[in-house]
């Protein structure tokens, strides 16, 4: 008998979108759905203390059913975290920050085999600024990403536009995905069953829309120097692929295997 795999809805939006906003009110609202959110800088929410219910480690338990946690480390590492507490919440909703592409988070439900077996890749939700995406899609790659790898399309922040100014926003993000659902929001206010559980992801479009988008990414630029923590993960992906990198200690050059 196969387990149910767990959906996961990637949140991303440019700096300003309004995700703080909308994720405050996920983790703060009555409305009875047990949601884990990966957050990635969870005093950023500014939640009350006393909605918190239980905090462990990484981990915040709300008094609404919720579980937040913070991206400290490798998403991998957090995911395989939540698995361990299964029971107390159904979904899970990762954010993104708001200058990332967010191809590579994605990837990672069908790169790494683990967390393939475990988890669903749902959707992708960008907030778009209304007032200011224009100006962001001319000059942002990020942006025209977040809004290219859409499954849902937020325009917030519509009270500060006009009809005309909408209608030409949601002109230009239609050229950008033609196939993204849109919907026009203030503070956030979407129903939250508008954004969860959907089951728009498509591989198969990620590929036609980034054709390396299963290749592995890693965050290293030829020609410069990193100071990592070389932990299992690090040391696995260097051995595969050895990515180009000359590995030194502060001792000198030393093996990593």
Known sequence: MSIAK?????????LGAGKTTLLSRILTEQHGLRIAVIENEFGEIGIDHELVVNAEEE???????????????DLIRIL?????????????????TGLADPGP??????VDD?????????????????KHALLHLESSRECKEQIGFADVLVLNKTDLVSNDERLVL????????GVAKVLSAVNGNVPIADILDIGGFDLARAVAEKPTFLDHEYPF?????????????????????????????????????
């Not at 767990?6 to 440019?14: A, D, E, H, N, S």
């Not at 395989?80 to 993104?96: P, W």
């Not at 949601?170 to 995905?177: L, T």
């Open 59 to 73: 981990v915040f338990e709300m008094n609404n059913g919720c579980i937040c946690c913070t991206v400290r480390g």
């Open 170 to 177: 949601e002109e230009k993000v239609h050229r950008v995905n």
């Open 80 to 96: 395989g975290n939540l698995v361990k507490r299964r029971d107390r919440f159904d979904r899970i909703l990762v954010e993104t």
């Open 6 to 14: 767990i959906p996961v809805t990637i949140l991303t939006g440019f």
């Open 105 to 110: 988070v994605a990837q990672t439900f069908f």
């Open 114 to 130: 683990d967390i393939g077996a475990l988890f669903r890749l749902d959707g992708i939700v960008t907030l778009v600024d209304a």
């Open 221 to 257: 630029e030829a020609g410069r120097s990193y100071s990592l923590d070389a932990g299992p993960r690090l040391r696995r992906a260097l051995r595969e692929d050895h990515c180009g990198l000359r590995v030194e200690t502060r001792g000198g050059e030393a093996p990593l295997f």
